[in-house]
C-alpha cells in the first residue's frame, strides 16, 4: 500500500472525527426551556461558530483525503 493511499485514509478518518465533533458542538450550543408558559431561548453563538468551523474543515480534509486517494 503507497503511503498517499495511507494518508488518503487518515485523513478520511480525521475528517468525520471533525464533523462528529462540529454536528455535536453545534447542537449543544442552544437550549430552549419553558417557564410560566415563557419559551427562554438560551444559545451560545461562540459554540455554532466554532462548530461551523469544525465542519468546514472536515469536509476540507475529506476533499483532501478523497484527492489523495484518487492520485495515481
Known amino acids: ?7 488518503g485514509i487518515v485523513l478520511i478518518a480525521a475528517s468525520l472525527y471533525m464533523g462528529y ?3 455535536n458542538k453545534v ?8 417557564v ?8 451560545n ?3 455554532k461558530e466554532q ?6 474543515l472536515a469536509i476540507v480534509l475529506l476533499g483532501s483525503g478523497v484527492y489523495s486517494l484518487n492520485n495515481k
Open 36 to 43: 410560566l408558559g415563557l419559551e427562554i431561548d438560551a444559545s
Open 21 to 23: 465533533l462540529g454536528i
Open 27 to 34: 447542537s449543544n450550543s442552544s437550549a430552549e426551556i419553558e
Open 51 to 56: 462548530g461551523f468551523i469544525y465542519i468546514g
Open 45 to 47: 453563538d461562540s459554540g
Open 1 to 7: 500500500m503507497k503511503i498517499g493511499k495511507i494518508i
